[in-house]
C-alpha cells in the first residue's frame, strides 16, 4: 500500500554562485535549517549525495520508470548524514559527512527530506577542485520572506516498502562486522571486474592478500555480493576514496544469502551501499524487525530511552542504560523497538546507533506489515492454543503446528515457513504463538 508524500520546498535546491543551496521540507518543522558553512572536500561530498540520489531515484529489480523520492538528511551533534533507498527497497544508500568534512556549525537537530532536483544533479557532477564550498542545508530567512507564493510542490508515491526498509535495515545491520579492507586503487580493480549491472547472481567476495577474490559458495570470512551491479553508485566517489570497507554477518559453508555493506571512506565523509541478499528482495520483506514490533513488553523501555536521546551522531550504549537505570540489554532491546519506527538508524562503521527521526508517518512500517498485522489477528481471535514450548495456531481454513526451539527460534507447518526456512524472519503464526508466550516466558 503506498500513501501519496508531498514534498513542499520554498525553492529549488540549486548550485549557486554563493555556494550549495539545499531546500528541506519536514520534520522539525515545515523547512527547518540545519547547518550553514563550508564542506572541506567539496567533490567527494558533491560525488557523494549524488550516488544517494541516484539510489533514491533507480529500481534495481524490474527497473521499468524511475523512483522519485527525494533522499532524507539529518543532522545532529557535527555530522550531517544523508540517507535513501531504491524505489525497489533493495539498497540502502547512505552519506556520512564527518566532523573533518564541515566548517561550520550544526544550527538544528531533526530528519527532513531535501530536494536534489534533475539540474542540481547535473551540477553536482561538474563540482571539482579543492576549494572549500559553501552549504547551507535548509533556507535562510531571507529565502523565508521572499519566496512567499513559490512555494515547489511536488506528489509522489510513497511505497510502504520504503518505510518497512527503514524499520528492518538497523536490525541487520547491527549484527555486521568488518570483513575486509582494500585500498581505493584496488577497490576500483575490483569493481571493474564484476559481472554487468543486469546480472543477477550472488556472489561471495572472499579477502585475499590486499584485494578482494569472487567466488560461487559461501566459506567462513567471506561477504555475499547479489547482484553486484548494484554496487555501481560507489564508482563516481571512487577517485576521493582511500579505502573501501566491507561489512556482513558471520557465514560458513552452505549459508544462505545475506546483506552486506560496501562503505568508501574518504577522510570526510564515508559513503556506504547496504545491499539486499538477492536483487529480488527488498529488505521490506526481511523479518528482522518482526520481533522489535511484537514485543510489548519493550515499550515502556523504548519509550524512557526515547526521551534520553539526545542527536548524539553515535549512541553510548553504557550511558545511555545509567541514564535510564537499565541494563545495557534492554536498552539495546529499546533502541531496536525504537529503530522499527525510524528514531534510531545504525551506524557499522562506528559499532553504535544514531538518533533521527523520520520525517513522515513512520508508523506505517508496523501498521501496515502483513505479517504483523496478521498475526496480532490472530491473537484477537484466540486462535493460539499453547501446549508446553509448542503451539496449535487454527485459521479459517487450516491447522498449523508451531514449534519453538531451544535457541529461541520458532518453526511451522505452513508453506511460508517452508519455503523460506526463517531466512526472512517469523511466519504470522510463529509471530502470534510468540506473542502469546512473552508474558508467561517473561515470568519464568
Not at 525553492?11 to 539545499?22: E, H, I, M, N
Not at 560496501?262 to 541478499?277: D, F, I, Y
Not at 518482526?290 to 513488553?297: H, P, V
Request: net charge neutral; aromatic share 6%; proline share 7%.
Amino acid at each position: 500500500m503506498n500513501a501519496v508524500q508531498t514534498y513542499r520546498y520554498l525553492q529549488p535546491s540549486a548550485l549557486r554562485a554563493t555556494g550549495l543551496d539545499l531546500q528541506t521540507c519536514g520534520g522539525p518543522a515545515a523547512n527547518p535549517r540545519f547547518f550553514a558553512g563550508f564542506l572541506t572536500a567539496p567533490a567527494a561530498a558533491a560525488a557523494g549525495l549524488l550516488a544517494v540520489a541516484e539510489v533514491a531515484r533507480t529500481r534495481y529489480h524490474q527497473p521499468v520508470n524511475p523512483a522519485s523520492l527525494d533522499p532524507v538528511v539529518t543532522g545532529s551533534r557535527g555530522r550531517l548524514r544523508f540517507e535513501s533507498f531504491s524505489g525497489c527497497c533493495g539498497v540502502y544508500a547512505r552519506m556520512d559527512v564527518l566532523p573533518a568534512g564541515l566548517d561550520g556549525e550544526i544550527s538544528g537537530h531533526g530528519t527532513t527530506n531535501v530536494d536534489v532536483n534533475p539540474p542540481l544533479r547535473e551540477a553536482l557532477a561538474r563540482v571539482g577542485g579543492i576549494e572549500p564550498l559553501h552549504v547551507a542545508v535548509g533556507p535562510d530567512d531571507l529565502t523565508v520572506s521572499t519566496m512567499d507564493g513559490s512555494v515547489v510542490e511536488r506528489k509522489v508515491p510513497l511505497p510502504g516498502r520504503w518505510l518497512r526498509g527503514f524499520a528492518e535495515v538497523h536490525v541487520l545491520t547491527a549484527g555486521f562486522e568488518p570483513r575486509a579492507e582494500i585500498t581505493a586503487a584496488e577497490a576500483a580493480a575490483f569493481l571493474r571486474r564484476l559481472p554487468a549491472a543486469n546480472d543477477r547472481s550472488v556472489l561471495w567476495a572472499v579477502p585475499a592478500g590486499r584485494t578482494l577474490r569472487l567466488t560461487s559458495r559461501p566459506v567462513p570470512g567471506a561477504v555475499c555480493l547479489a547482484g553486484a551491479g548494484r554496487l555501481a553508485a560507489l564508482r563516481g566517489v571512487l577517485r576521493h576514496a582511500r579505502s573501501l570497507r566491507v561489512y556482513g554477518p558471520a557465514v560458513r559453508a552452505g549459508s544462505p544469502a545475506v546483506p552486506s555493506t560496501w562503505e568508501l571512506e574518504t577522510g570526510a565523509l564515508r559513503v556506504s551501499l547496504t545491499l539486499s541478499p538477492e536483487p529480488y528482495r527488498g529488505f521490506s520483506g526481511e523479518g528482522a524487525a518482526l520481533a522489535a514490533l511484537a514485543g510489548d513488553d519493550v515499550v515502556d523501555d523504548a519509550e524512557l530511552v526515547g526521551a534520553l536521546l539526545n542527536w548524539d551522531p553515535t549512541i553510548d550504549v553504557a550511558a545511555l542504560a545509567d541514564a535510564a537505570a537499565l541494563p545495557d540489554e534492554r536498552v539495546r532491546a529499546a533502541l531496536a523497538q525504537l529503530g522499527t519506527a525510524g528514531r534510531v538508524g545504525y551506524d557499522v562503521a562506528d559499532g553504535a546507533y544514531f538518533h533521527r527521526v523520520m520525517p513522515y508517518d513512520a508508523g506505517r512500517a508496523e501498521r501496515d506489515n502483513p505479517r504483523l498485522v496478521g498475526a496480532r489477528a490472530l491473537v484477537e481471535r484466540g486462535a493460539v492454543e499453547r501446549d508446553g514450548e509448542d503451539a496449535t495456531v487454527r485459521t479459517d481454513a487450516e491447522v498449523y503446528r508451531v514449534r519453538r526451539h531451544p535457541d529461541g527460534a520458532y518453526s511451522c507447518t505452513c508453506r511460508w515457513w517452508a519455503r523460506h526456512r526463517g531466512q526472512r524472519g517469523p511466519c504470522r503464526h510463529a509471530l502470534a504463538v510468540s506473542m502469546v508466550a512473552a508474558p508467561v516466558e517473561a515470568l519464568s
